[in-house]
């Protein structure tokens, strides 16, 4: 399974990116779907994520401003993030989790987002 991030770049505060994530499988075979970010210097934090039961979750920092969705026929989602500000700065990587009992990560090659004031 290979999932590969794109969509990342340079943005002045206050505008908007649509990162992208494409899976080598369906994502179907997926129970969980998510987007994370690092920052420099900091932990990996989880932004947003499509939950095993369907439904999404977002970080506090960003919702209202970020959105994560799916095309379920092109394999791949998406995190739609609009009003960036600074310190969404950093480099974005899309996850996925699959399995039932005996679980197995995948994660993606990560994407820079560089958002200046």
């Known amino acids: 399974v290979q999932l590969q991030a794109s969509g990342g770049g340079l943005v002045q505060a206050g505008g908007s990116l649509r990162l992208s994530c494409a899976a080598s499988?369906?994502?179907?075979?997926?129970?969980?779907m998510s987007w994370y970010r690092q920052a420099p210097g900091k932990q990996r934090e989880l932004v947003a994520t499509?939950?095993?039961?369907?439904?999404?979750n977002y970080a506090d920092s960003v919702k209202g401003r970020f959105t994560i969705s799916r095309d379920n026929p092109k394999n791949t989602w998406y995190l739609q993030m609009s009003s960036l500000k600074p310190e969404d700065t950093a480099v974005y990587y899309c996850?996925?989790?699959?399995?039932?009992?005996?679980?197995?990560?995948?994660w993606g090659q990560g994407t820079q987002v560089t958002v200046s004031s």
């Open positions: 499988v369906s994502i179907f075979s997926f129970n969980v």
């Open positions: 499509f939950t095993s039961g369907g439904r999404t």
């Open positions: 996850y996925a989790e699959r399995g039932s009992g005996l679980k197995y990560d995948y």
